[in-house]
Every structure is written in C-alpha cells, then in structure tokens.
C-alpha cells in the first residue's frame, strides 16, 4: 500500500463548519419560542424543520466540498472531480482574464479563456480564477483556483521543460 502524495498546494472547496450552522439556529429557535412564548411544547417541530434543513445544507457542503475543491500533487492536478497527469501538461499558458470583463473588448481576453473548464463545470466556479493549460496532445484547457498565482509557482516546477 502506498502512502498519499502530498499536496503541493490545495483548496477544500466549502468548509463543513456551515453544518454547525442548522443545529445551532433550531436550538435558538426552540430558546426564543420557550423565552418569549413561554411554551416548550412544540420542540419537536423546530427539531423536524432542522434536520429538513441540514440535508439541504449538508447536500450542498457535500457539492462544494466535491466540485469546487483544487489539489495539485506531484503526480497531478485536480479541480473539481477531474483529474489530470501532470506529465500530460506541456505548459502554463500566460495571461489572465481582464478584471472587469463587463467593460473589456473581447481582445483583452487571452485565448485560453474559451477553452474547456477542468472539472467538467460549464464555467470557472464563481470567485475562482482560471489559469490556460496546454496540454501534450495540443489541446487547452482551463484550470482554476482562488489563487491562481501560487497554483501556477506550484505547477510551473513540476513541467518538463520541452
């Protein structure tokens, strides 16, 4: 069995700490109700609603956690639930999207930024930014990160030099 790589840089995605979040809220609903009502009879409806509303929020820790989470090890980089080989990475491609894309003509842009998103996503997941990948095989495509800067020092002494 061989031990994990480690991470040469990582982002969770969401943190399970919004699963804090329900059970403290039907606590203090259930207090409120007991304070100002002066009832403590209908508890169990508060306990219903909550953990009606921890399985949405758990689901969505769950998809942040899964989709919106970056590692890059030695052997590969993931974003999202897509992995891919760094052997496979010819070069980090320069460039970086304008800041206010609203305003900005469509030469701003590099052309990296209309190629296929990593982690099978229709777009960059919001507050990330995308950073161009050429591939062996010729094509781009577009890795992503909070910090895009340091995902690339990370990635770019990992390439081979072509």
């Given at each position: 069995m061989?031990?994990?790589?480690?991470?040469?840089?990582?982002?969770?995605?969401?943190?399970?700490?919004?699963?804090?979040?329900?059970?403290?809220a039907t606590i203090a609903m259930i207090v409120t109700q007991a304070v100002l009502v002066g009832r403590t009879s209908d508890w169990w409806v508060w306990v219903v609603l909550g953990l009606g509303c921890q399985l949405f929020v758990w689901m969505q820790v769950t998809a942040g956690r899964t989709h919106v989470s970056v590692e890059l090890t030695p052997e590969e980089l993931?974003?999202?639930?897509?992995?891919?080989?760094?052997?496979?990475?010819?070069?980090?491609?320069?460039?970086?999207?304008?800041?206010?894309?609203?305003?900005?003509?469509?030469?701003?842009?590099?052309?990296?930024?209309?190629?296929?998103?990593?982690?099978?996503?229709?777009?960059?997941?919001?507050?990330?930014?995308?950073?161009?990948l050429r591939l062996t095989d010729g094509s781009t495509v577009q890795a992503w990160a909070r910090n895009d800067y340091a995902l690339r020092a990370a990635l770019g002494p990992l390439l081979t030099p072509a």
């Open positions: 061989t031990a994990p790589a480690t991470a040469l840089y990582a982002e969770r995605g969401l943190s399970r700490i919004w699963l804090l979040l329900v059970p403290a993931r974003c999202g639930d897509e992995r891919i080989p760094v052997a496979d990475i010819a070069e980090i491609l320069p460039g970086k999207a304008p800041d206010h894309p609203r305003r900005a003509k469509p030469e701003d842009f590099p052309s990296w930024s209309s190629s296929r998103v990593m982690g099978r996503l229709p777009q960059v997941p919001r507050r990330r930014y995308g950073m161009g």
